[in-house]
């Protein structure tokens, strides 16, 4: 079964400052991830996903198989991106159907 | 641009009560996803439905059952509510042609408290 694992309940960085949020996962497929945010009082929303290798919002992230991670990053943090990250995995769930296992998300907190 | 519409955004039963959350997904998508977010937990996948068909099963209650209809909207009935039932319920949508894009489309969530 795949899991996704992100270590940190809650990261405070300064305003400006650099930024990484981890992400591990465990699946025995090919796996294709995904980071979700969840701006206060909104809703759940995809950031990035890694098979378009995009920049969003100043936000990247590499899938690296070997170590099995899909850290976010951001060089300089801003104050707008204080929020609830989640890092998702995506899995053939059998019968031609996909499930969305999410990891239990890491808070942003950017102090200005 | 229209998006997922969930009703009702707050609701309050006490044990051992009914409840029926909606979801109305966005124009011509046809797959939709329940999603159980407990307080300080990641969003636990509950069912998803295709074509008003079941098309995935995931840590969904005996107690709780949810259709699609013919207008692809979804209900989540729940039966005989317990305290850990209190959570944040997402709705999510998609088309099933994008599925393996792995971009879900949520709704604001319809927030459940048991007491």
């Known amino acids: 079964a795949q899991r996704v694992t992100q270590p940190e309940k809650l990261l405070s960085v300064f305003k400006g400052a650099p930024v990484e949020l981890k992400c591990n996962y465990s699946?025995?497929?090919?796996?294709?991830l995904f980071w979700y945010v969840q701006y206060s009082r909104q809703r759940l929303q995809l950031l990035l996903r890694?098979?378009s290798r995009e920049s969003i919002k100043g936000f990247t992230a590499d899938l690296n198989k070997g170590e099995t991670s899909f850290h976010l990053k951001k060089p300089f943090a801003q104050e707008e991106d204080s929020a609830m990250y989640y890092c998702?995995?995506?899995?053939?769930?059998?019968?031609?159907?996909?499930?969305?296992?999410f990891g239990k998300g890491t808070k942003l907190s950017v102090i200005p | 641009a229209a998006g997922v519409i969930q009703s009702p955004r707050h609701l309050i039963k006490e044990k051992r009560e009914t409840a029926t959350l909606k979801c109305y997904p966005i124009?011509?998508?046809?797959?939709v996803y329940w999603y159980q977010q407990g307080p300080g937990q990641d969003p636990q996948f509950l069912i998803s439905?295709?074509?008003?068909?079941?098309?995935d099963k995931g840590s969904i209650p005996d107690r709780f059952s949810a259709q699609q209809f013919s207008d692809y909207h979804s209900e989540l009935n729940m039966s005989s509510l317990e305290l850990g039932d209190s959570a944040l319920y997402f709705c999510?949508?998609?088309?099933?042609?994008?599925?393996?894009?792995?971009?879900?489309?949520f709704g604001e969530g319809s927030r459940l408290t048991v007491l």
């Open positions: 999510a949508s998609k088309r099933k042609l994008a599925e393996n894009t792995g971009e879900l489309f």
């Open positions: 699946y025995s497929g090919s796996p294709e």
């Open positions: 890694h098979i």
């Open positions: 998702a995995l995506l899995a053939a769930s059998g019968a031609g159907s996909y499930q969305l296992t």
């Open positions: 124009p011509r998508h046809d797959t």
């Open positions: 439905f295709y074509e008003k068909m079941q098309s």
